[in-house]
């Protein structure tokens, strides 16, 4: 019994004396410093032994550590378990020596379980990492395909079979989005009757367009758009602005053009902070239009009424050379055939009076506006000036007709080209725009004699003072029906910085049923 508790008794001190700290059980010569609780017959000898039985009495004691503690590895300082077996035990009473062990027959001792949790622990790292991957994949996979989803929606186009027997390129909507670096405002170039218009750069050849960005809501804005496709699509000339191709999506329609670096001829002659163009610039700009002109009523295999010219839709690239741009009011018919709409559309000022009658165009209502756009150009001044109050309101071709009659048409001419101009120059390009401007459509000339004229190739007509005579475009057209007809105004220039003013509104006029 005795050689029992010892054995146990200095398996404790070899297992405690590993774990002692400044706060936890001390063992140091003993247990004297050991800080035990003891009971019963338990008792320290001087030696430091620890004394737990008294074979004499028969009795026992027991001694208690009052707190937990963690013993230590004394070589990595980490927290270790230690378990303890008895496999057997010998012991007589009364004092008498007990018999030995017989060590062969003790049962083995059962497998730790340390072995078993280290064994599993990689499986579990193991699992739980595959699971992990598993999980993050599938996550990723869900995240990806509805950013893709959502990417197929933003850039979903439509197509349809008219679309297919047409020239244009067509452009993915991605490229345009890209070009435009997503339709940011700091592209924006100005603001068209049907939409915005961007300046971007295509990503694989690095040149420069200008993208019409059109809103699908309107059925107005859907034609349009058609008619544009149709028309610049196939049309080239030196003087128009080329269409490059077009894309559409659910609820957009684009179209890009050629970039036009110096903007809109509205802008040099309106503007303060553009400098003045110089005679021959304008001269030059003129004589590019009427070609144009000439190129869409006459020389192309049908023919085209562009509806809406005007200095904001005269574009000019890096040269100066003037282009007429924006279709969107354009219609298209064939040679020997009346155009088959009866909707008056174009901007105050430039719109022939004969349209408040029929409200068909014809090439002869191009001509009309052409002539206004000639008079701007010389003068510089707005077709109507509604700055002025009452009946102070100035009708342009009104006042150069006027200074015409008194014989003084020169003084009409922009001041800020001073007496820099070729005076027979200034006098056929404002005594043509008179004539290209008169109430009569049967005295205005095509533009193919409009082009021979400032070519020198043709003689202007005499203009006759009896067919100007009661000529008041204002009172002309109020009397000839523009009440019967219903306005509206969408804007179809570019912004500038006096854009707002009433005198560059585009008008569209529709007939009532009376």
Request: glycine letters at 8%; proline letters at 4%; aromatic letters at 8%.
């Amino acid at each position: 019994m005795q050689q029992l508790k010892l054995v146990l008794l200095w398996a404790l001190m070899a297992e405690v004396a590993t774990s002692a700290t400044v706060d936890s059980f001390i063992f140091t010569n003993g247990f004297t410093g050991s800080k035990l609780v003891l009971d019963g017959l338990a008792s320290i000898t001087e030696n430091g032994l620890l004394r737990l039985t008294n074979d004499t009495k028969q009795s026992t004691g027991h001694a208690i550590y009052p707190t937990s503690f963690n013993f230590l590895q004394p070589s990595t300082g980490t927290a270790v378990a230690c378990d303890h077996y008895i496999l057997g035990w010998s012991f007589k009473l009364n004092g008498l020596v007990p018999e030995a062990l017989n060590i062969s027959t003790l049962p083995s001792l059962p497998e730790h379980t340390a072995i078993k949790e280290k064994a599993k622990y990689p499986i579990t790292i193991w699992l739980t990492a595959v699971g992990s991957v598993v999980l993050l994949t599938s996550v990723v996979v869900v995240v990806m395909f509805i950013i893709m989803r959502r990417r197929r929606i933003k850039f979903a186009e439509l197509v349809e079979d008219w679309e297919r027997q047409y020239g244009p390129h067509r452009f993915s909507y991605k490229t345009l989005f890209t070009a435009t670096k997503g339709f940011k405002d700091k592209q924006l170039l100005g603001v068209g009757g049907f939409g915005k218009v961007y300046k971007g750069v295509l990503p694989k050849s690095n040149t420069e367009v200008a993208v019409k960005r059109i809103s699908h809501e309107s059925m107005q804005g859907m034609r349009e758009f058609v008619a544009e496709i149709v028309t610049l699509g196939r049309l080239r000339h030196r003087n128009l602005v080329q269409l490059l191709g077009y894309s559409r999506r659910k609820g957009e329609l684009l179209l890009v053009y050629n970039y036009m670096p110096n903007g809109s001829l509205g802008e040099f002659l309106h503007c303060n902070d553009k400098p003045a163009l110089n005679w021959s610039q304008r001269l030059h700009i003129i004589k590019g239009v009427a070609s144009g002109l000439q190129y869409l009523h006459e020389d192309w295999e049908q023919v085209v009424i562009h509806r809406d010219i005007k200095a904001n839709n005269v574009l000019l690239d890096s040269e100066l050379n003037g282009k007429l741009g924006d279709f969107g009011l354009a219609r298209l018919y064939d040679h020997d055939m009346d155009p088959q709409t009866t909707q008056v559309a174009g901007t105050m000022g430039y719109i022939a009076p004969e349209l408040a009658r029929t409200g068909r165009p014809t090439t002869l209502t191009d001509v009309f506006a052409f002539g206004v756009f000639v008079s701007e150009v010389a003068c510089g001044r707005r077709p109507i000036d509604f700055k002025l109050k009452g009946d102070n309101q100035i009708v342009l071709v009104d006042w150069v007709l006027e200074n015409w009659k008194k014989g003084t048409v020169l003084d009409s001419i922009d001041q800020r080209l001073g007496d820099e101009y070729i005076v027979d120059e200034m006098k056929l390009v404002l005594e043509l725009g008179l004539l290209c401007s008169h109430p009569l459509p049967a005295l205005r000339p095509s533009m193919k004699q409009v082009v021979q004229c400032l070519n020198g190739d043709a003689q202007l007509p005499p203009l006759s003072s009896l067919a100007f005579s009661n000529f008041d475009l204002l009172a002309l057209q109020q009397n000839e029906g523009f009440d019967k007809y219903v306005l509206s105004y969408p804007s179809s220039s570019i912004p500038t910085s006096e854009s707002n003013n009433a005198d560059s509104r585009s008008i569209s006029i529709e007939e009532q049923s009376m």
